[in-house]
C-alpha cells in the first residue's frame, strides 16, 4: 500500500514539475513575438499551449534518455528509488520557482536532472549515475547548442538586413517579418513539446521501471504520454510572464526580421536535438539565439549585465537542485514519514515563492507595458512628405 501510494505522489508532483516546465519556459517560443507585437499576449500564450500539446506527441527519444540513460541498472533494476525520485522532483520544483520569481530563463530540464542526480548520489552512491550519458546527452548539448543557435541566428538577422537595405533609413518595411514571427514562434513551441514534455514522460516511466510495473529498457505508454502533454500544455497557457519581459527585454531590443530569425535557429536546434535522444535546454538555445540576433544587427546593443545574470543561472542549475533534491533525500530516506515532511517543506515553500511575487506582479495585463519598449522601437514613424519648393 505504501509503494503505491508513494508512486501516485511521485508520478503527482512529476506532472506539477510539468506544469511549472511549460510556464517556466513559454518565454522561449513567445517573448520575442509578443515583444514586437507579432503576437498579443494571451493569443501567443494560447497558440503556445496547443502547439506544445501537439508536440509532446511527436517523439519519444528523449524519454528513453531520462528513463534509461541517466541513472544505471543494476542486479535488482534501476538504481533509484520512488522515494529518490520524489526528492529530486522537490528540488527541480523550488529551483523553477525561484528562477521564475527572478524572472530568470534558466533551465528546467537541468534542474530536473540536477535534482535527479542529487537525491541518487545520496541515495545509491556516485555509481549510480552514468556520467557518460550525462556528458553526452546533457553537459556538451548545454555548451554547444547556445553557441550554435546564436551563430544561426546573428547569421540569418545579417541575412535578413541585407535582403531588406532598401528599407534602411525608411519606415520599417521589415513589418512583414513580424507575420513571419507567427509561423517560426509556433514552430518553437511546437519544438518546445518534442523535447521538454518528454523529460516528465522519462521520470514517471523511470518510476514505473524502478518498482516494477514497467520493463526495463521500455518507452513511456499512452496515458504517460497524454497527461504529460496536457500538464506541460496547461503550464504554458498559464504565461510566465516575468521571463517572458526578461527575454523580451531584457536582453535586446527585439525588431520582426531580429525575433524571425531568433525563434527559426531555436526551433531548428531543438527540433535536431529531439531526433538524436539530446535532453537539450530550450531556456538555453531560446537565449542564445535572442543574444545572436542582437549581435547581427547594426545599431543593436546587447545587455551584457543580463545575459551575464542568466549565465550565471544556468551554472548554477545542476548544482543548486541537485543540493536541495540531494536534502530532500536524506529526509526521505525515513519512508513515508520523510516523504510527508518533504511534501510539507515543499509546498510552504512555493507558496512564499508565490505570495511573494504577488508584491510585484506581472501578467497579460501588464507585460505589454513591461515588454513594449522594444515593442515601440519597432514603430518606427513615416518620413514627412517633402516639402515643395519656393519658386523665387
Sequence with gaps: MDLTLIVVLVIALALFFDFTNGFHDTANAMATPI?????????????????????????????????GGIIREGDGGVLITP?????????????????????LPSSSSHALFGGLIGAALVGAGIGAIDFGVVLSKIILPAVLAPLTAGLIAFAATKLAYAITRRYDGKPDGRDG????????SSLVAL????????????????????VGMQEVGTGPEGWVVVTCAVAIALGTYMGGWRIIKTLGTGLTDVKPAQGFAAETSTAATILASSHLGFALSTTQVASGSVIGSGLGRRGSKVRWRTAGRIGIGWLMTLPAAGGVGALAALIAQLGMVGIL????????????????????????????????DSGRAVKIKRNPKPKKKVST
Design 341 to 372: 515532511i518533504d511534501a510539507v517543506i515543499g509546498v510552504a515553500v512555493i507558496a512564499a515563492i508565490f505570495l511573494w511575487s504577488r508584491r510585484n506582479e506581472i501578467s497579460h495585463r501588464n507585460v505589454v507595458s513591461e515588454v513594449a
Design 35 to 67: 515583444a514586437t507585437g507579432a503576437l498579443r499576449p494571451k493569443v501567443a500564450v494560447g497558440l503556445a499551449a496547443i502547439l506544445n500539446l501537439v508536440g509532446a506527441f511527436l517523439s519519444t527519444e528523449v524519454a528513453k534518455t531520462v528513463s
Design 191 to 210: 519544438a518546445h513539446g518534442t523535447n521538454d514534455a518528454q523529460k516528465t514522460m522519462g521520470v514517471i516511466t523511470l518510476t514505473l521501471i524502478a
Design 83 to 103: 522515494e529518490l525520485i520524489f526528492a529530486g522532483l522537490i528540488g527541480a520544483i523550488v529551483w523553477n520557482m525561484v528562477t521564475w520569481l527572478l524572472g
Design 177 to 184: 517579418f513580424r507575420y513571419a514571427q507567427i509561423f517560426s
